[in-house]
């Protein structure tokens, strides 16, 4: 996996998040600009004191997911809000309409102070087309902060909540992306560089990366199955073989100084509170989709 990954950056269509939009290519640097927007405001909403009392029990990922949006795009005008609703993952359809529609209904958001820099981004677009790809970018940069940082945080409550005290929540969520990595596969199309690697790799062979394999293979960790957060007092996430949550060295993710904190303060609340998974449930779901998490986790007070 190792030669693999370091042979070659991965391409447009590879990579993750900013694939091309509606045809169009991202550039390093937009993608690099609207990362950096992001950070800002994840940065920002982080900064804000917390108002009142946050009850965080309820069905996860979904609750830990609408706390965040409305933490990080809560002063975003509904239009583009409306974009990290879970039902429209449903299908790609679905979004499309929503994304279309939005771009051409009358009333689009002007720029203003108060929005996020994502939304700004977003409001400064003009004419449909613009519009349309705006909203677009604004789906794809908020999702990974929103959808992916739910589910890390769900996957972990599922394999060791509740946590002994003194656990840092940094070795928890390393723990975790290493049992139930949200990004578990790796996909790299076909290339000269991969049979030269491995002589069982043909010239048209595409080639899929398996964290969630790598993740928990006996020669390469102690005990692989069991949910140990202490083995990350002595390893380094950012230099560990195998260990590719955020892939690799080459191109590690550029998001993943944003989910950190985020997933920590999620952490932080389900801990001050003393939140437990419900005793009654012994069974959920992990369905194999392209982002692996445990769904319909119900989190309780303890009676
Ligand atoms: C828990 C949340 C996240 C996980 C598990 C995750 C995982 C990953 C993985 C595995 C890769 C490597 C893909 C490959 O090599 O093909 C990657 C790359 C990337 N991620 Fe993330 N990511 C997360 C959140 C984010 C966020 C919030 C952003 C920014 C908005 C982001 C932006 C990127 C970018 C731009 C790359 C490509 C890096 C490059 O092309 O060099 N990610 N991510």
Redesign the pocket.
């Known amino acids: 996996m190792d030669r693999v990954?370091a042979a070659r950056?991965?391409t447009e269509t590879?990579?993750?998040?900013?694939k091309p939009l509606h045809g169009r290519s991202i550039t390093?640097a937009e993608?690099s600009s609207?990362?950096r927007t992001?950070g800002n405001d994840v940065r920002e909403a982080l900064r804000r004191p917390r108002q009142g009392t946050v009850d965080l029990s309820g069905s996860w990922p979904l609750t830990g997911h609408l706390f965040l949006r409305d933490l990080i795009l809560g002063r975003d005008p509904r239009r583009l809000r409306v974009l990290m609703s879970r039902t429209l993952e449903l299908t790609p359809k679905l979004t499309w309409s929503v994304i279309a529609a939005g771009a051409a209904l009358p009333g689009w958001p002007r720029p203003a102070e108060h929005l996020t820099g994502l939304g700004n981004r977003a409001a400064a677009a003009k004419g449909y087309q613009e519009r349309r790809y705006a909203m677009g970018i604004y789906r794809r940069?908020a999702a990974?902060?929103c959808f992916?940082?739910s589910?890390?945080v769900a996957n972990a409550l599922w394999l060791g909540a509740p946590f002994a005290d003194g656990v840092p929540n940094r070795h928890i969520i390393h723990e975790s992306?290493r049992l139930l990595?949200?990004?578990w596969n790796?996909?790299?199309n076909a290339s000269p560089e991969y049979p030269v690697i491995d002589a069982r790799i043909g010239a048209k062979d595409d080639v899929l990366l398996l964290?969630l394999l790598s993740h928990r293979d006996p020669a390469l960790w102690d005990d692989p199955d069991s949910f140990r957060p202490e083995r990350w007092d002595h390893l380094d996430p950012e230099a560990t073989p195998g260990y590719?949550?955020?892939?690799?060295s080459s191109?590690?993710?550029?998001?993943?100084h944003?989910?950190m904190p985020l997933?920590e303060l999620l952490l932080d609340l389900i801990r001050e509170c003393g939140l437990v998974v419900d005793p009654h449930q012994r069974v959920a779901k992990v369905p194999l989709l392209g982002l692996l998490g445990v769904d319909g986790i119900r989190l309780t007070r303890p009676s």
């Open positions: 990954l950056r991965a590879e990579r993750p998040t900013f390093k993608a609207v990362t992001v940069a990974p902060v992916t940082v589910t890390l992306l990595p949200p990004s790796i996909l790299r964290p590719l949550p955020f892939g690799h191109e590690r993710c550029w998001g993943r944003m989910v997933a």
